[in-house]
C-alpha cells in the first residue's frame, strides 16, 4: 500500500442506515477513500475481488449467510487483505472464530468513533513499506500490545502519532521538535506535545544537547534502532 495514497475501503453492512452511519465516520478522515459497499456475502465477495481494497470492514449476520464463513472462504483462497469486523455479535465464539481466520480487529457495535481511528491508525502501522525487519517492540505494536494501543489523552489523534512516532523511527539522528513540525506540517508546539507522549509512553527517548546559549535544546529518537531508509 502506498503511504501517500487514501486507505482503500470496502464495507460490509446490511442496515442501509448503519452503513451510511459508517462510510460518514470513515470519510471524515481526508486519508480514507470507501471504495464500495456491500449488503450480502455474495456482493462483499465479488466486490472484494473487483476492487481489491485495502482494508474490509466486515459485519457478521448478513442476509444470504455469516460473515465469520466469508472470511473463512477469503482466507482458503488466499486472500490476504486486511479485514476488521465491525457488528452486534458480542459472543465469545464469535470473536474467536474471527481471530482464527485472520481478523485483525473486531469492533463491537456501538463503538466510538476513537476506536474506529484506532483500527485505521493499526492498519496503516501494519502496510508500512519500512517495516522490513521487525524488533520486539515494533511486533507487539503491529499485533496490538504496544504503547499506542489504550486509550489516548485528549487531543492526541492516533494517524497523527503513528506519523509523528513512524518520522522518528527512520530519523537516523535524533531531531527537535522543530524538525519533526516542519517535516510533517504541524506546528511545533503540536510536534512537541506528540513527542512528548511518545516519551512518556515509552516509544521515545528525550536527550538534552547543551553547550549552546539560553536553555538546552530538547531532541528526540525513537526507543529502538531506526527504521533502515526506503
Not at 469486523?85 to 481478523?103: N, P, Q, Y
Not at 489504550?150 to 539522528?173: C, F, W, Y
Request: hydrophobic share 40%.
Amino acid at each position: 500500500m502506498n503511504p501517500a495514497a487514501p486507505t482503500r475501503v470496502l464495507l460490509v453492512e446490511d442496515d442501509l442506515r448503519v452503513a451510511r452511519v459508517n462510510r460518514d465516520l470513515l470519510e471524515r478522515d481526508p486519508d480514507v477513500h470507501v471504495v464500495g459497499s456491500a449488503a450480502t456475502c455474495a456482493q462483499a465477495d465479488a466486490l472484494a475481488r473487483a476492487l481489491s481494497p485495502d482494508l474490509i470492514l466486515l459485519d457478521v449476520h448478513l442476509p444470504d449467510g455469516s460473515g465469520l464463513g466469508l472470511l473463512r472462504h477469503w482466507r482458503t483462497q488466499g486472500l490476504t487483505t486486511d479485514v476488521a469486523l465491525i457488528t452486534a455479535a458480542d459472543d465469545e465464539a464469535s470473536v474467536r472464530l474471527a481471530l482464527a481466520h485472520g481478523a485483525f480487529d473486531y469492533l463491537i457495535k456501538p463503538f466510538t468513533g476513537a476506536r474506529l481511528n484506532d483500527l485505521l491508525a493499526r492498519h496503516r502501522a501494519r502496510h508500512h513499506p519500512h517495516h522490513r525487519r521487525l524488533d520486539q517492540g515494533r511486533l507487539d505494536r503491529l499485533l496490538g500490545l504496544g504503547p499506542t494501543l489504550p486509550s489516548l489523552p485528549r487531543g492526541i489523534d492516533p494517524n497523527t502519532l503513528e506519523r509523528v512516532a513512524q518520522a522518528l523511527r527512520v530519523a537516523p539522528h535524533p531531531v527537535s521538535a522543530e524538525d519533526i513540525g516542519e517535516q510533517l506540517n504541524l506546528s511545533r508546539v503540536t510536534a512537541w506535545r506528540y513527542l512528548e507522549h511518545l516519551v512518556r509512553s515509552g516509544a521515545a527517548r528525550l536527550d538534552h544537547q547543551y553547550g549552546q546559549a539560553g536553555r538546552p535544546a530538547k531532541l528526540y529518537r525513537a526507543s529502538g534502532p531506526p527504521d533502515p531508509p526506503p
